[in-house]
Nanobody, 124 residues
Framework: QVQLVESGGGLVQAGGSLRLSCAAS????????MGWFRQAPGKEREFVAA????????YYLDSVKGRFTISRDNAKNTVYLQMDSLKPEDTAAYYC?????????????????WGQGTQVTVSS
């Protein structure tokens, strides 16, 4: 399994931006599908975005399309989530996850490795 460490969360006003980073250990990072999920208090963990091993294919939760961008740098073993036009409803703990497969999935149960999470709080 790969070990994941997120960074970049914080407090931002509505309409602002944040960039989350997720650094992965291991030499096989490029063979993993990577995803971002979030979990707000009292709610289930939900899919936010995923990216294929090559970075050529990306997938998004409908409510973040056009505002969030997932990307990866396989040379740096890092995946990013650029979040623009943030809304109070984006407030949650954000988790990076890795799936040891070339097939993209969006269910949390399909990802075997998880980071510790980073808090994003958007004030109105």
């Amino acid at each position: 399994q790969v070990q994941l460490v997120e960074s970049g969360g914080g407090l931002v006003q509505a309409g602002g931006s944040l960039r989350l980073s997720c650094a992965a250990s291991g030499r096989t990072f490029s063979s993993y599908v990577m995803g971002w999920f979030r979990q707000a208090p009292g709610k289930e963990r939900e899919f936010v975005a995923a990216i294929s091993w090559s970075g050529d294919s990306t997938y998004y939760l409908d409510s973040v399309k056009g505002r969030f961008t997932i990307s990866r740098d396989n040379a740096k073993n890092t995946v990013y989530l650029q979040m623009d036009s943030l809304k109070p409803e984006d407030t949650a703990a954000y988790y990076c996850a890795a799936r040891a497969s070339l097939v993209v999935r969006t269910d949390p149960g399909d990802f075997g490795s998880w980071g510790q999470g980073t808090q994003v709080t958007v004030s109105s």
